[in-house]
């Protein structure tokens, strides 16, 4: 296990949408851990930056929240993705597919694929 | 899109102020709670669980401050603040605020009247599409010395003949056209009306280009002898239209009787198109042709004695400016040789200039702009002046302020704002004085120029401008306040870079004890001082100008005397006829209550019509004198009585002289002198040259009379020869009643009962009085005055006031050093004896630049004023002498604020 690197505030939105999509609405803490799990423990979020990005995405419309009940009837904002969350989410998504498929085709490069 | 959206919810966050901090802090809690349970079921003790869960959420208040940054605009809240802040502060200055909003008001406020002024009348083009392809025709007598005053830059029309030459020889131009004003009679109903109109040439509106609102324009085959096809027809304006005919559109075909003569409308002109002649409003619109159908021989439109065709022409397309300058130039000899009769070519040539001149015309053509484009032009430097001397003093203002928060700015610097945060707060403390400033400034604006014109108009009641301040004129103003504004204010950031924080902030708010202001500070007061007095001389010239205009005795006691312009050209009777009319009406007149005296004059006085004509004399010795241009009048008996003329010698005309006997005139002393300047000129002949193909006739001295002015008070009393009316060779189509009496409303009811007895049908023009006439003759004169009063008299107002803003605050400074001063056992007048001492140094440095200056362009000046010793020292010492005074005035005050302060207090305040 490397040392911890720090993510940049485009790829951390993107992965609250994602766990959003996938785990259907959650509460600030739970995106957090889930986040960390996901990650295999490799990304070092202050989980505190998450609450102003998630303003952020709120702003632009991506997610949206309302007041709810945790698992422990505490009383916690939720927060759930949108249409419009959602289909920001499926553009990233084919983006970086194109994005790492080229990337990989550089990385296999060899000498003779070029001649 | 997402970036434009999210500006809108902050937005809406920020003036809904939702209460996101509660809930946020509700959710940090939350969180850090539930990560610390989770660290206790980890097996952490409960506090180390929590401190583990704070260290993994990172810092919260960091983190509240970045929400708080994404959930709002923090940079329109901290301009909110920074305006808060500001209003603040000014309500703690009130005289600041109240000071730098006037002199910005004031200022920029009669600039922008001035400039609308000169806007209207210099610059604002006609309403014609490609008004700069436009250019005029005229005679110049520009830089030819013609006997006349400097100052007098005479442009003339040109006559009908002149413009057919013209128009067969130019090439510059696809072609040209003739339009002048005018009048015409129309029988409207019960009571027949004059209505102004304008005469043009066929190809007047197809040069200029315009469209008409309705119906069709005139055109060429409408300006022929007989009327077009149609007969004739015109074209009336738009307003006339909206007016008299309610805007309907069944005007087209309508028949207006005009002179008796029926006439067709067949179009209606633009709206906003009030023809090339700028402040004239022609009702109607009519071919040239028509006006020799009504007035047959008298027409303009083939003599050459009458110099009334404004000619503009449309330059051909790759034509310059320049080649239509030069094509004139080439083709003046030959134009003049066919177009004017042998005999008096030589007037055209020796009387007006070697040049026929070309000016662009794409602003029209008016008496006002011919006459006063240099005044008016000089008035634009005084404002110029004027709002450099406002700059100066907002920046003198604010940066003695300024000196006032350099602690403030040092602290703040100190504490981490950047700079370009303190000069934002700068800026919006400048732009809360700059907004209420510019509003003030188009108020006066606004009103200014309505003034303004209301004064500049010669012909009163017919003279229509379309004045609004245009767009231009608006933004150059507001820009310009901003400006000043903005890099006022702004002067201390810059300042801040040079700052050595510590020892700013050491020295406190009352600055080093013997700080001397930066250089440039201490350059602003006396430049101020100097401007302002160049200001306040030359306005001081013009007034003294103005005022000499209206001592100077006109020759005449104008006091009682009623003027009428009647007019019987349309008149059916003849010549003799006519005579005996006028000769009924003064005899009625004259027995009339309330009636001194009667008589009447060809020439109007005091209207600016010039009638002269060459006479020539031979004195006792046998020395031939000759005049070229001597003003003549032919008058009824008494009119010298009538006047307040004091016959000198001689006798006046009566009713003897006649047709049939003797010729006869009478001359004025100084005529006399310069034609029979060895002898007495009673009995002696003056003869007319007979240059007109008119018969020669010597005609007799009889009197003498004393030189009175004859058509404007801006000239000396020319030399003046008068005839009898009864012997004059042309038929006497107007003559002006000339009535005196102690009431002239008396006055005028007779005289309407006297036309409405002998010429019912004819139309009875409004009478003037003498007074009236002479004031009008110098209305520009008073405008300029006032214009120039006004201007100095602000200069003078706007350096007082800052000097007294600059010098309180600066002593409020030196709050302390005075106190010092106090304690060690300097007396309240010495105290007070210092500050006026360093004034004083200030203001007469200032004083010495200002005359300097004076002295540098009244010289220049001398042109445009009329009989002024440039250097008059009456002026220049009254100009200097108040601005010491105001100026020390408004230092003496917060000087004896300096001496009552109570030294313990002062030290204290430190």
């Known amino acids: 296990m490397g040392e911890k690197k720090d993510v940049q505030q485009g790829t951390l939105a993107l992965m609250v949408l994602k766990t959003l999509d996938v785990l259907g609405p959650l509460h600030g803490y739970g995106i957090a851990r889930r986040i960390e799990q996901i990650s295999g423990d490799l990304l070092a979020v202050n989980q505190g930056t998450l609450y102003p990005l998630l303003l952020k995405l709120e702003q632009e419309g991506a997610i949206a929240s309302d007041w709810g009940t945790s698992e422990n009837n505490r009383k916690a904002r939720f927060y759930r993705l949108t249409r419009a969350g959602r289909k920001h989410l499926q553009s990233e998504a084919r983006d970086w597919q194109q994005t790492s498929e080229i990337i990989a085709r550089f990385f296999a490069l060899k000498v003779d694929d070029l001649q | ?910």
């Not at chain 2, 929590?50 to 983190?63: D, N, P």
């Not at chain 2, 605020?97 to 001035?114: K, Q, R």
């Not at chain 2, 032009?377 to 006032?404: C, D, I, K």
Request: hydrophobic share 45%; net charge neutral.
């Open chain 2, 1 to 910: 899109m997402k970036a434009i959206r999210r500006i809108f919810v902050r937005l809406a966050s920020l003036l809904l102020r939702r209460r996101d901090e509660e809930r946020l802090r509700a959710e940090i809690e939350e969180h850090i709670a539930l990560q610390t349970e989770e660290y206790i079921r980890a097996g952490m003790s409960a506090a180390e669980g929590r401190r583990q869960a704070l260290v993994k959420f990172g810092a919260a208040e960091a983190i509240k401050e970045s929400y708080r940054d994404q959930a709002s605009l923090p940079l329109m809240e901290s301009a909110i603040a920074d305006v808060k802040y500001g209003l603040r502060s000014l309500r703690h200055s009130p005289a600041f605020a109240l000071i730098s909003i006037t002199i910005l008001g004031l200022g920029v406020g009669a600039n922008t009247a001035v400039f609308t002024l000169a806007d209207t009348f210099l610059w604002r083009s006609l309403s014609v599409p490609q008004p700069e392809r436009l250019v005029r025709y005229m005679f110049s007598s520009a830089g030819v010395p013609t006997g006349l005053p400097a100052s007098t830059d005479l442009d003339f029309p040109l006559s009908g003949p002149i413009f057919d030459e013209l128009r067969k020889e130019q090439r510059a131009c696809t072609d040209l056209f003739g339009w002048t004003d005018s009048h015409v009679l129309w029988a409207a109903g019960a009571e027949p009306e004059t209505l102004p109109a304008a005469l043009v040439t066929g190809g007047a509106f197809p040069v200029l280009g315009i469209k008409p609102a309705l119906g069709r324009l005139l055109d060429y085959p409408d300006d022929r002898p007989g009327g077009g096809p149609l007969g004739w027809v015109a074209n009336i304006s738009y307003d006339f239209w909206q007016a008299r005919f309610h805007g309907d559109p069944a005007v087209l075909g309508k028949t207006l009787v005009l002179e008796h003569i029926p006439v067709t409308i067949v179009g209606v002109l633009p709206k906003g198109f009030y023809g090339v002649l700028i402040g004239s409003n022609p009702r109607v619109v009519l071919p040239w042709e028509f006006d020799v159908q009504v007035n047959g021989a008298g027409s303009d439109r083939h003599r050459n004695n009458s110099l009334s065709f404004t000619v503009m022409g449309r330059l051909r397309p790759g034509v310059t400016y320049g080649q239509a300058r030069a094509d004139s130039g080439t083709i003046k000899e030959s134009v003049i040789k066919e177009a004017v009769p042998a005999k008096i070519q030589d007037d055209f040539f020796r009387m007006l200039t070697n040049r026929l001149d070309v000016r662009p015309g794409g602003t029209g053509f008016s008496d006002f702009n011919r006459q006063y484009r240099k005044p008016l032009l000089l008035m634009q430097l005084l404002v110029l002046a004027v709002l450099l001397v406002v700059g100066l003093n907002l920046s003198t203002l604010f940066m003695a302020r300024a000196g006032g928060r350099r602690h403030e700015m040092a602290i703040r610097a100190a504490l981490g704002a950047r700079r370009w945060r303190l000069l934002l707060q700068l800026v919006i403390e400048g732009l809360l004085l700059a907004i209420p400033g510019s509003i003030v400034a188009l108020l006066v604006g606004a009103w200014g120029s309505r003034v303004l014109f209301t004064l500049a108009s010669r012909q009163a009641p017919d003279m229509t401008v379309d004045l609004h301040p245009g767009l231009v004129v608006l933004a150059a103003n507001l820009g310009f306040a901003l400006c000043a504004v903005l890099i006022s204010s702004c002067w201390p950031a810059w300042q801040i870079r040079r700052l050595d924080l510590s020892s700013a902030m050491e020295s406190g708010r009352q600055g080093h004890l013997g700080e001397r202001r930066s250089r440039f500070v201490r350059w602003l007061l006396p430049a101020q001082v100097a401007l302002s007095l160049l200001l306040v001389a030359v306005a001081g010239l013009f007034v003294a100008s103005f005022t000499r205009i209206l001592v100077e005795p006109s020759g005449f006691r104008p006091q009682g005397v009623l003027l009428a312009d009647t007019n019987f050209y349309r008149r059916t009777e003849n010549g003799e006829q006519k005579v005996a009319l006028y000769q009924h009406m003064l005899v009625r007149l004259r027995q009339m209550p309330g009636v001194e005296a009667a008589s009447a004059a060809r020439v109007t006085l005091m209207n600016g019509d010039e009638a002269d004509e060459p006479y020539y004399s031979q004195d006792a010795a046998g020395q031939r004198h000759e005049d070229r241009a001597l003003f003549e009048n032919r008058v009824a008996p008494g009119l010298f009585d009538t006047l307040g003329m004091r016959l000198l010698a001689g006798r006046d005309f009566g009713e003897s002289d006649s047709e049939q006997t003797e010729p006869v005139c009478i001359l004025t002393s100084s005529a006399a002198r310069f034609f029979f300047p060895t002898s007495s000129a009673l009995g002696g002949f003056i003869t007319n040259d007979n240059a007109q193909e008119r018969p020669v006739v010597h005609y007799r001295v009889v009197g003498l009379v004393s030189d009175a002015k004859y058509d404007t008070l801006h000239e000396a009393a020319p030399r003046t020869i008068f005839f009898p009316y009864t012997q004059s060779a042309e038929s006497l189509d107007s003559l002006t009643l000339v009535l005196r009496g102690p009431d002239t409303a008396k006055l005028a009811a007779g005289y309407r009962e006297t036309m409405h007895q002998f010429v019912p049908d004819s139309p009875v023009p409004a009478p003037v009085t003498l007074q009236q006439r002479m004031l009008v003759s110098v209305s520009s004169d008073r405008l300029f005055a006032l214009l120039a009063g006004y201007l100095g008299g602000l200069a003078l107002l706007l350096s007082c006031i800052a000097l007294y803003g600059v010098m309180s605050w600066n002593i409020s400074l030196r709050t302390a050093e005075v106190g010092i001063r106090m304690a060690l056992g300097a007396t309240p007048y010495r105290v007070v004896g210092m500050i006026l001492g360093e004034a004083l140094v200030v203001v007469t440095a200032g004083l010495l630049a200002g005359l300097a200056a004076t002295a540098g362009t009244t010289r220049w000046l001398a042109s445009f004023l009329f009989d002024t010793r440039p250097l008059d020292p009456r002026v220049l010492l009254a100009a200097a002498g108040s601005m010491l005074a105001a100026t020390m005035f408004a230092a003496w005050l917060p000087s004896r604020r300096a001496s009552a302060i109570d030294p313990v207090a002062a030290l204290r305040a430190e």
